[in-house]
């Protein structure tokens, strides 16, 4: 039997015309992947520088404005903070400081200026009195006589005493006013005010006269002449005030008083009795 040989042959490669179209099929089919990854490549690249700078700028609008310097900076991922920005010092009522050294510290120099005006005060008040104190230039700053008991007025015109139904408790010993008010026994001031209810300007001692305490009060001095104040001690005879007309008063006088025990006597016939 004859043998047959059968000849196979590629139409793209028996036929030119068909190897032609196969290439151009082929190169239509590779124009576009490359197209795409062309494409996709530029996408890259963009997302790439612009996706930071629109993430920096979005966030710019809440931002506090960036310094020249900064802008220079950036691309070394460095912040550079302006000259002008400080620390500001923190607020505490009426203090201004950073530590609280510097408040202590302001604590102490607002106690030491209040102190010196306190006592500047103290010093124009004190200042104040002196200069109206009345002049004492020729009056005896002892009363005459001797002994424990002294007649608070020298020179005097005997007026009311005590009992007289209208509760005044006391002998007014009327002299002009001016006139010096010694103390009528040593001992303790326990009251000195310019002002003690209706006595005006007064004081009041306590002594101790052998044993016995006798309390003595001086009422309706002169303002601003009382010699001594409460708690100083005094002698027997000696000068603290000056016959005024203050307080529940009529005219100038001393209103003298004597208590023992606690309970009021008649001054004229004590000091007739007791004064050296």
Known sequence: MPET??????????????????????AAFVRPVRTVAILGAVGALVAAIALPAFVSTSGAADAAPVTTEQ??????????????????????????????DEIEKRKAEEAAAARAAAAAASAASAATASSSRPSLAGMALVAPGSGAVRYPVTSFTPGEGPGSGRGHEGWDMIAPEGTPIYAAAAGTVTASAESIGGYGVSMM????????????????????SRMVEAGDQVSAGQLIGLVGNTGNSYGSHLHFEVRIGGSVIDPEPWLAANAG
């Open 5 to 26: 040989t059968i000849e196979t042959t590629s139409p793209t490669s028996a036929d030119p015309t068909a190897r032609q179209k196969a290439a151009t099929r082929s």
């Open 205 to 224: 001692i306590m002594s101790n006269l052998n044993g016995t305490m006798v309390e003595s009060r001086y009422g309706h001095m002169v303002y601003g």
């Open 71 to 100: 802008l220079a900076a950036g691309n070394s991922q460095s912040i550079v903070v302006a000259s002008e920005a400080t620390q500001a010092p923190s607020t505490r009522g009426q203090f201004v400081a950073t530590t609280p």
